[in-house]
């Protein structure tokens, strides 16, 4: 069984862990090559970068989450699950989906228009905040422009328990207008 990190900006990371999003919207990486993104995980961690991340680049003050110990190692602090996904071709979808998350328009318009092909994959996540810390070692696997990072568990490792960060009322409130907005898309 795979352990398996997904890279996200630092801020967007504390974003989904303080509720205040719950979508992730991605148009894929270098090394994702031809074939673009796809959400191919259930579950996943949520590895805080910077590589990309730039000030002004969220409508969300940054908390100050450190994203790596002294050691080098990566912080993780929440654990996801993907609970529903389309591709969104049309710019209006896209928009709609604003209120769930906390990229500024122009980042998101870039990533929707990126590589000359008008399209975006987006997933609604439910988020999980870990009881404690969990690091993640940096290797090999963890640089360059991927969005996922696979790696075995170790003998006796084991992540730490969660809970969601959102009320489960809250979030099936959310869930369901969210799949409103995705009811022909699917």
């Known amino acids: 069984m795979l352990k398996v990190g997904y890279k ?3 801020g967007v990371c504390e974003a989904l862990g303080a509720g205040a999003q719950t979508l992730l919207l991605r148009k894929g990486g270098i090394a994702e090559g031809k ?21 002004g680049l969220l409508r969300w003050e940054s908390g100050g989450e450190k994203e790596r110990d002294e050691a080098g190692c ?7 699950e993907l609970l529903q996904e389309a591709e ?20 998101v318009r870039e990533r929707f228009l990126d590589k000359g092909v008008p399209s975006i994959r987006a997933a609604l996540v ?6 404690r810390t969990w690091p993640w070692e940096e290797g090999s696997d963890l640089s360059g422009c991927r969005s996922w990072v696979e790696r075995e568990w170790r003998e006796g490792e084991a992540a730490p328990a969660s809970e969601p960060v959102m009320a489960e009322e809250k979030f099936q409130a959310l869930r369901e207008t969210v799949a409103s907005l995705w009811q022909s898309k699917q």
């Not at 673009?36 to 000030?55: D, E, I, K, S, V």
């Not at 990566?74 to 996801?80: H, N, Q």
């Not at 969104?88 to 980042?107: D, I, K």
């Not at 439910?126 to 009881?131: A, D, G, I, T, W």
């Open 8 to 10: 996200e900006w630092s």
């Open 35 to 55: 074939s673009g993104f796809a959400f191919r995980h259930p579950r996943f961690y949520l590895l805080p970068t910077l590589f990309h991340q730039q000030a």
């Open 88 to 107: 969104l071709r049309h710019w209006e979808e896209v928009e709609a989906l604003s209120p769930y998350h906390v990229w500024q328009e122009s980042v």
């Open 126 to 131: 439910r988020v999980r905040k870990l009881e």
């Open 74 to 80: 990566w912080l993780v602090r929440y654990e996801v």
